[in-house]
């Protein structure tokens, strides 16, 4: 009798072992683990400031930082003779198109410009435009001002 309990206990040993040890007993554990180290990042806080941290630099630093600072140019400035020669500051006296005309009657190739077909002027295609935003808006990929509430 004494035999057959320790040759059942065994057994049940084995079988234990063996499911504990299978791939799906070792899934379970790992999902489990997993499960248990999510629950623990989701509900504790993981960056607890100290209360005597300094935050950032006073005012009157922040003030003596900003007044020394000198930032430098982003290119290179152009030679005087080429300055002279390709003003820089242009007013346009015509709408922005493959040629424009500034305020001194200078004819130019407009080389920055998307409008190079020239239906930026055309009525009929900004009327069109006009009637199409009017009767479906616009979406969130459009810039701030062409959202219209009625």
């Given at each position: ?25 070792y ?14 990042l989701?509900?504790t806080?993981?960056y607890?400031?100290r209360?005597d ?7 009157a ?12 140019p ?9 300055a ?15 040629r ?22 055309d ?5 069109r ?6 009767g479906?808006g ?13």
């Amino acid at each position: 009798m004494a035999s057959d309990a320790l040759t059942a206990f065994l057994a049940y040993r084995h079988r234990l072992a063996l499911t504990l040890f299978s791939a799906e007993a070792y899934f379970s554990v790992v999902e489990a683990a997993f499960l248990v180290l999510v629950l623990y990042l989701a509900l504790t806080r993981a960056y607890k400031p100290r209360p005597d941290a300094h935050v950032g630099p006073s005012e009157a630093e922040r003030a003596s930082r900003l007044a020394s600072w000198k930032p430098k140019p982003l290119a290179e400035p152009v030679p005087e003779d080429i300055a002279a020669a390709c003003p820089v500051d242009v007013a346009l006296a015509s709408s922005a198109g493959p040629r424009v005309r500034t305020t001194t009657g200078t004819d130019l190739l407009n080389l920055a410009a998307s409008n190079f077909l020239g239906l930026a002027d055309d009525p009929r295609v900004t009327d069109r435009a006009q009637a199409v935003l009017r009767g479906y808006g616009c979406g969130a990929c459009g810039p701030r001002g062409f959202l219209w509430h009625d």
